[in-house]
């Protein structure tokens, strides 16, 4: 048997941009399937060579679920166009019909064929007789595809038609296709036997269809608020799973893969199931000797799971083929029954543990087990290990376990593991747990008069108060805290309290002086004790204040300052504190434009919060990115990282407001109705600095569509809310929409290219900002210029797309005496064929997928009356009636 070039099995994305295998669409012609494209593509190469004469068998195969029927259906949408398409389908019976999918077959190949084939599926002698009329057939006709459907279940009459008539299509302008299950070939299975007869005989093939990658699955879930990498762990990529999780909210096991699971079992002897049973407890790969004594059936009793494709045998022993799968398995097995054996495990990790004692499965079977004692041991134990690799996730998860039974210890040791879980779950970004644990914890350990640990409290959970958005209390608190600390002896503590005033001060900026003043205070401190880290990160915030307020001679030598401090905090191995102190300066360098260095900072710090799981980073560091994106050009790149950030389940709320207020911006420009849902959004948390970026572009969306009076009136709230400490950049950005809104500009700091604007040197300030890269902002600065000037404006603007400012630029040209002359197509529409805009084309894509409105409009941030507007103007522009004539209007019946 041959196989077909790598190529055509390697999974690519195919027909979409983006979605995954749609296994629940009525119409084939309106799924989308995503990494398709290898395995289509090589069925339609099959199909091309048995045109010209020279027949094939190909063997679709895959597992259970992964799609071969959606790829058969699409394979004879588009076979349909050149060739006549039967199918034949095989049953799942006990007995199954002899020669049953052939006869499904045989009505479209001829009375003689069908006649033949009847009397022989009650004759099984009589195969040769149909043999021949078979190929008297396929030898006339000009082109026939075949497809016989889940071949694993074919009677052994039917295998043998087909392994007769394979070694006979030479001259035959036939293409069989025959898909199969290859999670469920037993090895004496009649099918098993066919490969073995077909091996090595010309014009045979298999294709193999591949589970989804995790990009896939997360194009699949997008917009849908779950975890992208729970999801794809649970389901392992297989479509059915996959689709059936997301159909039922991410929420519990889908009632459909229950009854995909109970089918297999159904199957199965009761020693088989013992060990289902004893393996979903263990978990995958469960060890064969604990399966061996859990189950206490012999290990044969799992060949029947394995035929069945139920379980999957490594190295390590025993497992499910897919969590979900396990799960389901679980959900099967009675509550008193499934504690029983959670406690034999414990009990047999105990007395003979299998590679070791292993923490986090003691807490786990100890917990499953009601077992509180064992969970209070084991659990903090598991959860320092998972810390100490900074698996912060994994350690809150089991931290929470062991403070939902800690009831009964003494105060002490109840009141230090509420302590440790809400730190944990704070770094873990379960930040609205955290907070809730740490202001417990505080108040425990004020009651038993542990001003020390009172303090600590109270430092964690004001640095957990300003990602979520609550920065007035993070103040206060950590005043607190350091009122509680001061009194007492020196400690590390207390240096950690300083540390913290001095972040908040930074970040705040109104606190500069603060921030300053705790530095110094850390840094004299940290030398008492003997701390680097605290000292690294007070030098840090001493110099970043410089940078940003530039309030020296030297900015560049405070940068240098800032970079050092953050270096030798991360060559000392103190990660968290580097990783703030980057995320610090990549958000100072979006501010000021500065690519490279916001670059710099962006792949350090994905890095960093990558392999720490520090997730609140990550979330953060993706949304500065956006912006960064936003600046140079990339608008698209711009909204597709803010929308997975706020697509993204619990980023801080504090990360979603870079997000939302560029994708307002980026929509405003483009002159989309829905630019105010997300720009209003955006004001919803007052941190300091985003509030003053939302309401610059806030200004930039009000100056877009003509109203000067709005744009002046968003920039002087946001100056009002500025102080003499805040980056001169920021205060500069909201300046700028008072001068072109044509208001009085206030007095305020303004730096880099902006203050050039401000001051009427727009050639300067252009030339300027193009040597940032920031061509937009370059053209901004033109709009002030002369003619030349304005008609560079106007180029620029129609490049990005951004009409509603080149419209602007056209009405100043007009005032100047020139004509804008004829435009051509809309920006929006430019370079597509059916005039569409880019929003009614990206709609439409989704619309393909098969999502909903109101999943479209989770998906993309808008309301659904403004999906049922777009979805509207397209039907007009188009001229058809329906979605369903809308999509094949404009992606035919393949291209999406």
């Given amino acids: 048997m041959q196989v077909s070039?790598?190529?055509?099995?390697?999974?690519?994305?195919?027909?979409?941009?983006?979605?995954?295998?749609?296994?629940?669409?009525?119409?084939?012609?309106?799924?989308?399937?995503?990494?398709?494209?290898?395995?289509?593509?090589?069925?339609?190469?099959?199909?091309?060579?048995?045109?010209?004469?020279?027949?094939?068998?190909?063997?679709?195969?895959?597992?259970?679920?992964?799609?071969?029927?959606?790829?058969?259906?699409?394979?004879?949408?588009?076979?349909?166009?050149?060739?006549?398409?039967?199918?034949?389908?095989?049953?799942?019976?006990?007995?199954?019909?002899?020669?049953?999918?052939?006869?499904?077959?045989?009505?479209?190949?001829?009375?003689?064929?069908?006649?033949?084939?009847?009397?022989?599926?009650?004759?099984?002698?009589?195969?040769?007789?149909?043999?021949?009329?078979?190929r008297t057939e396929f030898e006339a006709r000009t082109s026939t595809v075949v497809v016989l459907e889940d071949l694993h279940w074919a009677d052994e009459a039917s295998l043998d038609l087909l392994c007769l008539l394979a070694r006979r299509l030479s001259r035959c302008r036939v293409l069989v296709v025959a898909s199969y299950r290859d999670d469920e070939i037993a090895p004496n299975r009649p099918l098993r036997v066919l490969f073995g007869h077909l091996a090595g005989v010309p014009g045979v093939y298999r294709e193999a269809i591949e589970l989804l990658s995790l990009p896939a699955v997360a194009r699949l879930a997008a917009g849908r608020g779950l975890d992208v990498d729970q999801l794809y762990q649970v389901t392992g990529g297989n479509p059915f799973y996959v689709t059936e999780v997301l159909a039922a909210g991410g929420a519990g096991i889908p009632e459909s893969v229950a009854d995909a699971v109970a089918a297999r079992l159904s199957r199965v002897s009761t020693a088989a199931r013992d060990v289902a049973e004893a393996v979903a407890i263990l978990g995958s790969p469960a060890p064969v000797p604990l399966v061996v004594r859990l189950s206490g059936q012999a290990l044969t009793a799992a060949d029947d799971l394995l035929s069945a494709g139920l379980l999957r045998a490594s190295a390590g022993g025993l497992g499910f083929r897919h969590e979900l799968a396990r799960r389901a398995m679980l959900d099967t097995i009675p509550h008193a029954r499934r504690a029983s054996l959670h406690a034999q495990v414990l009990e047999l990790l105990r007395t003979d543990p299998v590679g070791g004692e292993d923490s986090a499965v003691l807490a786990h079977h100890a917990a499953a087990a009601g077992d509180v004692g064992a969970v209070l041991v084991h659990a903090p134990a598991a959860a320092r290990m998972a810390a100490a690799v900074g698996a912060y996730r994994e350690a809150a998860a089991h931290l929470r376990r062991a403070v939902a039974v800690c009831s009964g210890l003494p105060p002490g040791q109840r009141h230090s593991l509420v302590e440790q879980f809400g730190q944990v779950a704070a770094v873990a970004n379960e930040l609205t747990d955290a907070a809730t644990a740490l202001r417990s914890a505080a108040e425990l350990r004020h009651a038993a008069g542990d001003r020390l640990r009172e303090g600590d409290d109270l430092r964690w959970l004001s640095y957990v108060l300003w990602p979520l958005g609550r920065c007035a209390e993070a103040v206060e608190i950590g005043d607190g805290a350091v009122r509680a600390l001061d009194d007492l002896p020196p400690s590390r503590e207390l240096a950690e309290a300083y540390v913290n005033m001095c972040r908040l001060g930074t970040l705040s900026q109104s606190g500069v002086a603060n921030a300053r003043r705790y530095a110094e205070r850390t840094i004299a401190l940290g030398r008492e004790l003997e701390d680097p880290e605290t000292v690294w990160e007070a030098r840090f915030h001493l110099a970043l204040t410089r940078f940003v307020c530039a309030e020296d001679g030297d900015p560049e030598a405070a940068w240098t300052e800032a970079e050092a401090a953050r270096d030798g905090a991360l060559h000392a191995g103190f990660v968290d504190a580097a990783a703030f102190m980057t995320m610090l300066m990549g958000m100072c360098s979006a501010w000021h434009r500065d690519h490279g260095r916001a670059d710099a900072a962006y792949d350090l710090l994905e890095r960093l919060s990558t392999d720490r799981d520090l997730l609140s980073f990550g979330a953060v560091n993706r949304a500065q990115h956006s912006y960064r994106l936003l600046q140079d050009g990339r608008w698209d790149e711009a909204a597709a990282t803010a929308a997975a950030v706020l697509d993204h389940p619990g980023p801080p709320p504090v990360a979603r407001v870079l997000p939302l207020a560029v994708l307002g911006l980026i929509r405003a420009r483009r002159g989309d109705p829905e630019a105010c849902e997300p720009l209003a959004e955006a004001l919803a948390v007052p941190e300091p600095n985003m509030t003053l970026l939302a309401r610059a572009f806030r200004a930039e969306a009000a100056w877009l569509e003509g109203d000067d009076e709005r744009a002046s009136a968003e920039a002087h709230q946001g100056l009002g809310a500025a102080t003499g400490h805040t980056d001169p950049w920021l205060t500069g950005e909201l300046a700028r929409w008072v001068f072109l809104s044509g208001g009085d500009v206030p007095a305020v700091r303004a730096a880099g290219p902006v203050a050039l604007e401000l001051a009427g040197e727009w050639r300067s300030a252009a030339q300027r900002w193009e040597e940032r890269g920031c061509p937009y902002d370059a053209a901004l600065a033109r709009l002030t210029g002369d003619v030349p000037a304005l008609l560079q404006a106007r180029q620029t603007f129609a490049a990005f797309g951004a009409h509603a400012a080149e419209r602007i630029a056209a009405a100043r040209l007009r005032a100047r005496g020139v004509r804008s002359g004829a435009r051509g197509p809309r920006a929006a529409t430019r370079g597509n064929p059916h005039g569409l805009t880019t929003r009614q084309l990206e709609i439409l894509r989704l619309v393909a997928e098969g999502l909903t409105g109101p999943q479209i409009a989770a998906r993309l941030h808008l309301s659904p009356k403004t999906v049922d507007h777009h979805v509207g103007a397209a039907l007009t522009v188009l001229g058809v009636h329906s979605r369903a004539d809308a999509v094949r209007a404009v992606f035919g019946g393949n291209d999406r």
């Avoid at 389908?89 to 020669?99: A, G, I, K, N, Y």
């Avoid at 001829?110 to 009397?119: L, T």
């Avoid at 009650?122 to 040769?128: E, V």
């Fill in 5 to 134: 070039h790598p190529a055509c099995t390697v999974a690519r994305t195919w027909c979409a941009p983006s979605g995954a295998v749609d296994v629940t669409s009525a119409d084939p012609g309106e799924q989308v399937l995503l990494e398709r494209e290898g395995v289509l593509g090589a069925l339609a190469d099959h199909l091309a060579r048995a045109d010209r004469g020279t027949g094939r068998l190909v063997f679709l195969h895959g597992e259970a679920g992964v799609g071969k029927t959606a790829v058969l259906d699409r394979f004879a949408l588009t076979a349909r166009t050149t060739a006549e398409v039967l199918t034949g389908w095989c049953d799942p019976l006990s007995t199954p019909r002899p020669l049953g999918p052939w006869l499904d077959v045989a009505p479209g190949l001829g009375g003689d064929v069908e006649r033949e084939m009847a009397r022989a599926s009650g004759s099984p002698g009589g195969l040769s007789h149909v043999l021949r009329l078979l």
